[in-house]
């Protein structure tokens, strides 16, 4: 993908569906705009077109950090700019509608990542404070955070949520910084109803394990 203007250049992109040989990816850029490509492969060829370029004076000229594709909705995104905020933006006509706006993380300087749980509700961000955040998709309630024991001095960079466990991980930016994973535990009452039983595990309702990059090789 090539942009006309030498100031304009890729930040990121994700797929925002794919049926068979056909999909559409999203591409966020440097200029504040997403622009969005169908991809179809037809007898071995691929061909390419622009389908829209998205783009709102809210956030014109900043930095897109993240793109991400709302899962089983075709064509809404959210989108992650360089201005503390975070959008979801449904495309399905031409007026590229702002359906809710996500506040508290900070990110003006540093590419701050963010990630979307895989049923659809929750958004989780990563913030130049060293904090996590964490949003109700449908209401943009934000969540409480403070049983994520993170401890950051500097920036929160990126963030990841496993597409099929109840799992996170989040990490700085910084050789003393670690990569923490968050996972979720049932309450107890839960684990019975499923017949389980993790009587020996003693941990909170999320509990982080934390990994070092020592030396090439990770140790928890």
């Known amino acids: 993908f090539f942009f006309s203007s030498r100031r304009r250049h890729t930040r990121c992109s994700g797929v925002s569906w794919a049926r ?3 999909q559409e990816t999203d591409i966020g850029d440097s200029l504040g705009s997403v622009h969005v490509y169908s991809l179809n492969i037809i007898s071995r060829q691929l061909t390419v077109t622009n389908i829209t370029t998205i783009t709102n004076k809210e956030f014109v000229n900043d930095p897109i950090n993240n793109v991400l594709p709302m899962p089983f909705q075709q064509r809404r995104i959210i989108v992650h700019s360089r201005d503390n905020c975070l959008r979801s933006i449904d495309y399905t006509s ?3 509608d702002i359906v809710q706006h996500y506040f508290g993380s900070k990110s ?3 590419a701050i990542k963010s990630a979307i749980s895989p049923d659809g509700q929750y958004l989780i961000s990563g913030s130049e404070n060293g904090k996590a955040y964490l949003w109700d ?3 943009s309630l934000q969540l409480d955070t403070s049983n994520f024991e993170l401890g950051f001095k500097g920036s929160l960079t990126d963030v990841a949520w496993n597409s099929k466990y109840h799992m996170v991980a989040v990490s700085g930016f910084g050789d003393e910084y670690p990569i923490l994973v968050y996972i979720w535990e049932r309450a107890k009452d839960q684990m019975e109803l499923k017949s389980v039983s993790y009587t020996h595990l003693t941990l909170p309702t999320i509990y982080s394990v934390q990994i070092s990059v020592v030396a090439g090789s990770l140790k928890k």
Do not use: D, E, G, Y
């Open 20 to 22: 068979r040989c056909v």
């Open 94 to 96: 031409n007026s590229h």
């Open 108 to 110: 003006a300087k540093i």
């Open 137 to 139: 998709i449908a209401s």
